[in-house]
Nanobody
Framework: QVQLVESGGGLVQPGGSLRLSCAAS????????IGWFRQAPGKEREGFTC?????????YYADVVKGRFTISRDNAKNTVYLQMNKLKPEDPAVYYC??????????????WGQGTQVTVSS
C-alpha cells in the first residue's frame, strides 16, 4: 500500500537548519508530485512547497518559506527532501509530506505521512 514516512524533525535554535526526509513506497514515486505541509497548534494545516514529477512544471514555494526552504527529490531513493535554513520562531509545527494524484502540484492529494515535529527554540 502507499506509504509516506517523514523523518529529520527535532529541536533547532532560531537561525538554524534542519533537513527533513519523506520516504515513499507502494507506488511509482517518480510519477507523482510531492508536497510538504505543516500544522502548528491551533492553526490550520498549510501547504508551503511542492515538487512536481517533471521539470516542465515549476516548483512551488509559499512566500513564507521562499528563499529559506528548498525541496528536492531523489527518484532513485524514492525520497523527497526539505532543506530548511534560517528557521524562525514561527516555523515550529508538525511537518507532513503528501503525494498528489499525479505528477502536477495542482492535482488533489492522495496520501499523507504521519508527520515529524519541528521545534525552534533557544
Amino acid at each position: 500500500q502507499v506509504q509516506l514516512v517523514e523523518s529529520g524533525g527535532g529541536l533547532v535554535q532560531p537561525g538554524g537548519s534542519l533537513r527533513l526526509s519523506c520516504a515513499a513506497s507502494g507506488f511509482t514515486f517518480a510519477d507523482y508530485a510531492i508536497g510538504w505541509f505543516r500544522q502548528a497548534p491551533g492553526k490550520e494545516r498549510e501547504g508551503f512547497t511542492c515538487i512536481p514529477s517533471s521539470s516542465s512544471e515549476e516548483i512551488y514555494y509559499a512566500d513564507v518559506v521562499k528563499g529559506r526552504f528548498t525541496i528536492s527529490r531523489d527518484n532513485a531513493k524514492n525520497t523527497v527532501y526539505l532543506q530548511m535554513n534560517k528557521l524562525k520562531p514561527e516555523d515550529p509545527a508538525v511537518y507532513y509530506c503528501a503525494a498528489r494524484t499525479g505528477g502536477s502540484c495542482h492535482l488533489a492529494l492522495r496520501s499523507w505521512g504521519q508527520g515529524t515535529q519541528v521545534t525552534v527554540s533557544s
